[in-house]
């Protein structure tokens, strides 16, 4: 299964489901990281720091950790 | 005149303040929600018969009741039961803001929705049919810019209109099966609880007594029937529901979006993501942020330089006044000195942070509202959470090394409550200009070869010290808590510059009026120690007396005299009077600032002439920024280097200044704590933590140094 950290800068994902991470789940569900919603991989911070990523109409960075709880379907 | 309270919710950077400050003018109060270090502010206005108190409530996603500010807010919602909530919403990023508004629709309060930012949605060719929008939320949507001041008048309007209707609708907008489930759940809590609806919104209570969120206890009866239903639903939607809340919230937020919003170009080239590619670049992103961070430590000190020391020359003219005033009555000496040391002393400690503090507070605002500070914390976020820390304290830590007050205001940009405290604590251990007084003379002094090596371990001693104590509270103090960096990085916007002004001169009234208070309160005490009985000899005051009892404490450090532990007194005072206070104690002369006698007139073109030159140092100080100055060499007391070196060795001298170092900087330092952290508690922690690093550090070192060297 592929999550949104094996996803690189410029590649487009559509979100399955968010699994693992129970505390954060909630976050990004508020956030707007729903089952359906394509994401999109912008930037990545060096020495393996947080991503960047575009959801809805605005820009999110969060840590590769909590990217791996993402699964993803890459969209084409 | 009646009063009507209106509430400020929305998320982050969607330029609430900002619309605050548009609709209320300079007139803003800003203080701490209490036991909390979430940031309140308060505006009023006077429209027609009415005062209209605003509100601005924390930035919040969601009102899941988890993070500090969700908490603050709900609080606020639901107990003290504001008139209206003014939704500003962020007319550019329509659908995560949108999230939101349903939620407080949950809460049954009138609302009106302010489509914040507007101006930008309109150049960026997006389409927004509001009236339409009022009708599919039930409540009154309106276009405002807080920029050009654009429907700022009509919300106002709106918002006594909405007061005087008194009505408030609900839109039943999930769908139908699952509207009925709230309703059972509505009809349960009748029959079992029946007193949590005086308490809770109805749909608000509905939802939260099936996610579980409601912080109730309930009778098991209630809890199991409540249960039932979760099951059901489980089984009809295939997912829990939790999750099909949200789905349905979004479900109602996208069918508002699609009938509402029409984007006339698709995907124009946004300016922000062509400017994090320079910023976040992943090469050039970290040295342009370190580039930034120097520039801003620079100008927050250079800036402000010239004006603390017109400020110092505006205080020695009026005590000059005051003092002549005085001897023209006759009053006794010892008035004199409590008048020109302890009084005018103690206003002098206040006013020489405003500049600084202004200055700080303008920089902040800018890195605040264009965006770029969550950029900060992006990029630093791999080197500080190990520490438990964001990038965002790096700014605080690194401007501790000028001068802590500001460096612990600076926390202000760091939403984790955690993060906040653990970064406050860690600012004391940053050496800041102040100390280095203090050990460029003992330096001079014991160290002449190496100097430079001598000042530098100093530094890293702290820093190694202030790494350890964070480390040392997140394992043991803070275990509980999870980390996780989930963070919106809003777009780069230009603040205006009234918005800017306003917040800088809200937040340093603040400061003179609180803190200010205090450290003016404790220099008056100081006085009376360091003078009482006044005239007699330099080792018969209190404070001395009280420093011989003390001495001991200092003795395994190598520092045991009653002169040290009297200018280590001093130095809690401020690290800036310790080398005059030695003076005092170990030589027994006052270094006396040369009084004048000024005349009314005299006094006024000093005070005239000394701004003209501060001007002209600001001018002067800014081209040393980008050029080379040289430092100037400053000049010691001889016989004051001469009885230091009578009284300390080489090792104990070191243990001294590490010492001085590491303990509680100054009484502004511990006060910004207290006004920053919003807590007694934490500020006695952080001068318990300072005062026993220091001493179980300087006692290594010292023991080390003796038996080793």
């Known amino acids: 299964m592929k999550t949104l950290k094996d996803l690189r800068p410029g590649e487009k994902a559509k979100v399955l489901a968010v699994e693992g991470c129970e505390e954060v789940k909630q976050k990004l569900y508020d956030l707007g990281i729903i089952p359906g919603e394509v994401v999109e991989i912008l930037q990545d911070a060096p020495f393996g720091g947080p991503i960047k990523i575009k959801v809805h109409d605005y820009c999110l960075a969060l840590r590769r950790k909590e990217a791996s709880c993402i699964l993803v379907e890459e969209s084409k | ?709």
Request: hydrophobic content about 50%.
């Open chain 2, 1 to 709: 005149m009646r009063e009507i309270v209106v509430a400020l919710v929305g998320n982050p950077n969607v330029g609430k303040s900002a619309l605050l400050n548009a609709i209320a003018g300079a007139d803003v109060k800003v203080g701490n929600w209490p036991g909390v270090t979430v940031e309140k502010k308060e505006a009023f206005l006077k429209y027609k018969d009415y005062v209209i108190k605003f509100v601005d409530l924390p930035g919040i996603y969601s009102l899941r009741n988890q993070t500090t500010e969700e908490k603050v807010t709900i609080d606020f919602l639901l107990k003290e039961k504001p008139d209206i909530v003014l939704n500003v919403v962020d007319a550019t990023n329509l659908k995560r803001n949108l999230y939101l508004t349903i939620q407080l629709l949950e809460l049954e309060i009138p609302m009106v929705i302010a489509l914040n930012i507007w101006d930008e949605a309109v150049e960026k060719g997006i389409v927004i049919d509001y009236k339409k929008m009022e009708n599919l939320l039930c409540h009154p949507v309106i276009p405002t810019s807080a920029k050009d001041r654009y429907g700022i008048d009509e919300l106002v309007k709106k918002l006594v209109e909405v007061y005087e209707n008194k009505r408030f609708i609900q839109c039943e907008h999930f769908e139908p099966q699952f509207e009925e489930y709230l309703k059972k759940v509505v009809q349960l809590v009748k029959d079992y609880k029946p007193v949590l609806l005086d308490v809770y919104p109805k749909r608000f209570l509905a939802i939260s007594l099936l996610e579980g969120s409601l912080n109730e206890t309930l009778q098991k009866e209630l809890e199991e029937k409540i249960e039932e239903i979760r099951q059901e639903i489980k089984s009809l939607y295939k997912k829990d529901v939790k999750t099909l809340i949200v789905e349905e919230r979004y479900g109602v937020v996208l069918s508002i979006y699609h009938q509402t919003v029409k984007k006339q170009q698709e995907d124009v080239v946004d300016s922000s993501i062509t400017l994090d590619r320079i910023f976040l670049h992943k090469y050039f992103g970290i040295p342009i942020f370190l580039f930034l961070v120097w520039l801003v430590f620079e100008i927050t000190f250079k800036v402000s330089s010239p004006y603390v020391e017109w400020l110092d020359k505006v205080l020695s003219v009026i005590s000059s006044w005051t003092l002549s005033l005085l001897d023209s009555v006759k009053a006794p000496e010892v008035l004199k000195s409590f008048v020109a040391e302890g009084v005018l002393g103690g206003v002098g400690f206040v006013l020489v942070f405003v500049p600084v503090l202004f200055t700080l507070y303008v920089i902040i605002a800018i890195l605040e509202g264009s965006g770029y500070i969550a950029r900060a914390a992006f990029l630093m976020d791999r080197f500080f959470g190990v520490l438990g820390l964001s990038g965002k304290s790096f700014i605080p830590l690194l401007l501790g090394f000028g001068c802590n007050v500001p460096a612990v205001y600076a926390t202000k940009t760091i939403e984790s409550e955690k993060e906040k405290i653990l970064t406050t604590l860690m600012i004391p251990f940053m050496s800041c200009g102040a100390r280095l007084t203090v050990f460029a003379f003992f330096v001079s002094i014991f160290f002449t070869d190496n100097k430079g090596l001598v000042i530098f371990s100093l530094y890293l001693i702290g820093i190694m010290v202030a790494v350890l104590v964070a480390l040392i509270l997140n394992r043991f103090y803070f275990k509980t808590k999870s980390q996780f960096f989930i963070m919106e990085l809003p777009p780069y916007r230009l603040p205006t510059f009234r918005y800017v002004i306003n917040t800088a001169w809200s937040r340093v009234k603040a400061f003179v009026v609180e803190a200010g208070t205090f450290i003016f309160a404790m220099s008056v005490l100081i006085w009376f120690l360091t003078n009482i009985p006044y005239g007699a000899k330099k080792d018969e005051t209190i404070l001395a007396n009280v420093s011989k009892q003390v001495a001991v404490v200092f003795e395994p450090l190598g520092f045991g005299t009653w002169q040290a532990t009297a200018s280590l007194f001093s130095g809690f005072v401020a690290k800036e009077v310790v080398l005059s206070a030695m003076g005092n104690f170990y030589v027994g002369e006052k270094i006396e600032e040369e009084k004048k006698n000024l005349t009314f007139m005299e006094g006024l073109s000093e005070i005239g002439s000394g701004f003209v030159e501060a001007n002209i140092n600001l001018v002067k100080n800014f081209v040393a920024i980008f050029g080379f100055t040289k430092q100037e060499q400053q000049e010691f007391d001889k016989n004051l280097a001469s009885a230091i070196r009578e009284a300390f060795t080489p090792i104990s001298a070191y243990s001294f200044l590490v010492f001085l170092l590491l303990y509680t900087p100054c009484l502004a330092t511990v006060f910004a704590i207290k006004q920053e952290l919003n807590s007694y508690r934490w500020m006695f922690a952080s001068i318990a933590i300072n005062f026993t690093s220091a001493w179980i550090v300087s006692f290594i070192v010292y023991n080390l140094l003796k038996n080793f060297l």
